[in-house]
């Protein structure tokens, strides 16, 4: 008859668990998992209108006039925290970025990519992607983040026409 045996282990060093199963002896395989445990999120992240997806609509965009500074849409975002929190929180943003461009997420259309900006204090930069691009304090003011279309072909009559989309994460961490 065959033996059916199932052992499990927990190391507590980097919260690992290993499972080692076997159906038949001498037959196993392991599987190493890994996460990471919080008692709660600090502070929640989501669109402004409180959805779990934000929608951003640049609307009509004649090609011509796109420069990469113009056309800027508002992110609609927040991120609640606990009243009278204290929390660190670290924006990044993941998603495929133009060839090339480490600051510009490409869209269906490979001449047209987005651009984020995040203005925070008096200062505005345009995001690096799949890196955390601010740091700030829960009870300041949020960053300010806009996109702006940018045409990344220079033959501007080459340009595809059309409905584009892309996708993006908006990435809250607390360090």
Not at 26 to 33: A, F, K, M, T
Not at 95 to 124: C, E, H, M, W
Request: charged share 15%; proline share 5%.
């Amino acid at each position: 008859m065959n033996i059916h045996k199932l052992i499990g282990r927990l190391s507590l060093g980097g919260l690992l668990f290993s499972l080692t199963f076997s159906v038949f002896a001498g037959n196993s395989v392991q599987i190493n998992l890994r996460g990471n445990l919080l008692g709660s999120r600090p502070c929640d992240i989501a669109a402004s209108d409180g959805k779990n997806t934000i929608s951003v609509n640049f609307g009509d965009m004649v090609i011509r006039y796109i420069t990469g500074n113009n056309f800027g849409q508002p992110v609609p975002y927040k991120i609640t925290c606990p009243p009278g929190s204290d929390t660190t929180i670290v924006l990044s943003f993941s998603g495929t970025t133009v060839p090339g461009q480490a600051d510009a997420l490409a869209t269906n259309n490979k001449d047209l990519g987005i651009r984020f900006q995040y203005s925070l204090g008096g200062t505005s930069n345009f995001a690096r992607l799949n890196t955390k691009f601010v740091t700030f304090d829960s009870k300041n003011q949020l960053p300010v983040i806009t996109a702006y279309p940018r045409i990344y072909n220079s033959n501007l009559s080459a340009v595809k026409t059309g409905t584009f989309t892309s996708t993006i994460t908006l990435r809250a961490d607390y360090p």
